[in-house]
């Protein structure tokens, strides 16, 4: 069984039990948290593609960590103009362990 999710702009394969970094989400460490934004949903049998979203489908996750990723370095420059320009980003990020992908049984799945 697995789901595909969105986050953050990003889409996501996820199964149970399985640990994902996404987008940093206010919840604390902990927390248990539900996303709804399922673009799919498979249960071994049937496949359902959302429009957007499947209707009825959730993920069911605990808040493991928060953290910031590696950092990416910007370097910007123009050649003979004597400009350079150096930045840093980390990207924040929140841990989460996917407990359960569920589907509520009005939809049946």
Do not use: C, W
Not at 77 to 101: A, C, M, S, W
Request: hydrophobic share 35%; no cysteine.
């Amino acid at each position: 069984m697995y789901a595909i999710i969105e986050n953050g702009g990003k889409q996501y394969k996820v199964t149970e039990g399985e640990k994902i970094k996404l987008e940093k989400f206010a919840a604390g460490e902990g927390d248990d948290i539900q996303i709804k934004e399922v673009l799919a949903f498979n249960d071994g049998n049937n496949t359902l593609i959302g429009n957007p979203y499947v209707g009825g489908a959730f993920i069911q996750g605990k808040v493991l960590s928060h953290g910031r990723a590696k950092k990416v370095i910007i370097f910007k420059h123009k050649k003979r103009k004597d400009y350079k320009k150096k930045n840093g980003h980390r990207q924040p990020y929140t841990e989460v362990l996917v407990e359960k992908i569920l589907m509520e049984a009005s939809h049946g799945a």
